[in-house]
């Protein structure tokens, strides 16, 4: 279980399990999610948002991970822009610490 800070005070956090970090590796849910501008701001958050309900709507069989995901993490009361971008860096040094095969990836 790992948190995320959700503000830049530090008086807000959410908690990320190991199973919604897969869950945002198997849909590659955070590939192509930022402009080319590299901030992530709402619009960035709605995007995911949006993104997610179209995967749910279409995957009838694996919605319950997807839902678990937004339950926890991505509708959580607390998450705003800055709680993904903490997020995103969270799940870039838990890739770079998990060892996927090739096959994997």
Request: aromatic share 6%; with cysteine; charged share 25%.
């Amino acid at each position: 279980m790992y948190t995320i800070q959700a503000n830049p005070k530090g008086t807000r956090s959410i908690d990320v399990s190991n199973e919604n970090l897969m869950v945002i590796r198997k849909y590659a849910l955070l590939t192509h999610l930022i402009d080319s501008n590299g901030i992530v701001d709402e619009s960035v958050l709605e995007k995911l948002k949006l993104n997610i309900r179209s995967l749910i709507a279409a995957d009838v069989e694996n919605r319950k991970e997807l839902l678990d995901l937004c339950i926890d993490v991505v509708y959580h009361n607390n998450m705003k822009a800055f709680g993904l971008q903490q997020l995103i860096m969270l799940y870039i040094d838990w890739c770079a610490k998990q060892d996927f095969t090739e096959q994997e990836a």
